[in-house]
């Protein structure tokens, strides 16, 4: 299995998240990519089992700019093979906290992929332990979940 994790990140913090999501989905055996979200094709989408899609929120709850363009890009693609996930890291001070997540969330569905129902929302930083925990728990049940989603699928093909 194959998995990337694309990101943006301006301060720090959604990248902090995807090198922690990477450690553990490598802890797992699973080969991970990490590239941010301006460097990745779209084009190679298609070479990964799963997709984590990782963004902070800009301003009242936009997509950054460096997320516009792919963003376009893979909501016209249809990624029926895909598991993905979504998270990012945001401020409480802004009124629609981690709002980013929740676009993204909604543009994968759209796509075809299977879409893990949970997100990872962060205020700021991993700076914690507990937040460090935060993530290897929600790489951890991601990957039970799409697990149990590819047995769902061999156990209706036979």
């Known amino acids: 299995m194959k998995a990337l994790i694309a990101y943006a990140s301006m301060s720090g913090n959604t990248e902090d998240m995807a090198t922690i999501l990477k450690q553990t989905l490598e802890e797992k055996g699973i080969d991970t990519d990490m590239l941010e979200l ?37 909501s016209s693609l249809e990624l029926n ?38 997100t990872l929302k962060m205020e700021l930083a991993p700076d914690t332990d507990e937040d ?10 991601f990957l039970t979940w799409a697990s149990l989603s590819e047995k769902r699928v061999e156990n209706h093909v036979s």
Do not use: N, R
């Open 132 to 141: 460090v925990e935060c993530c290897k728990e929600f790489a951890t049940s």
């Open 38 to 74: 301006d460097e990745t094709s779209v084009e190679s989408l298609s070479l990964y089992d799963y997709i984590l899609i990782g963004s902070y929120t800009w301003g009242d709850g936009d997509l950054p700019y460096e997320a516009e363009d792919f963003y376009d890009q893979v």
């Open 81 to 118: 093979h895909a598991k993905a996930a979504v998270f990012g890291s945001g401020d409480y001070s802004y009124p629609k906290f981690c709002q980013a997540v929740h676009i993204f969330h909604d543009m994968l569905k759209t796509t075809g992929a299977s879409v893990f129902p949970e």
